[in-house]
């Protein structure tokens, strides 16, 4: 069993990742690494996250424009991480206020191709 495998079955996954992105049926959970690969992280139960691959994008579009912001929801990873099991709910509030103040922050933000940053799928949360 990969590791992402394992970290799905120890958490008991099933309809959302650790952001409280709903898991559609086309979209597949990925591995994020709270310390990235480039500054030592490992790929490992201890170094990662859960995520969609809507929320796993645009969690390193946060960190592009708003390091603070990405520092804030990776330490919440990280805290989910440790406890072994899912978000609870205050978790999950503290996940959705950071994420509606970057949307709100940057809204009218355009990537250099002139496309909306904030794509319509990551609006789309559980929570």
Known sequence: MNI??????????????????????KDKFTFHH???????GKLEINNGAILTNISHPYLHIIESRDFDMYLYLNNILRAINDQRQMPDKLQLLAIKGVLEQFEREHCSDRT????????????KRRY
Request: hydrophobic share 35%; net charge positive; charged share 35%.
């Open 4 to 25: 992402k495998n394992l970290m799905i079955y120890i958490w008991k996954m099933d309809d959302i990742d650790w952001l409280g992105y709903k898991l559609e049926k």
């Open 34 to 40: 709270i310390i990235k690969k480039c500054n030592g």
């Open 112 to 123: 250099s191709k002139g496309k909306t940053l904030i794509k319509e799928e990551y609006l």
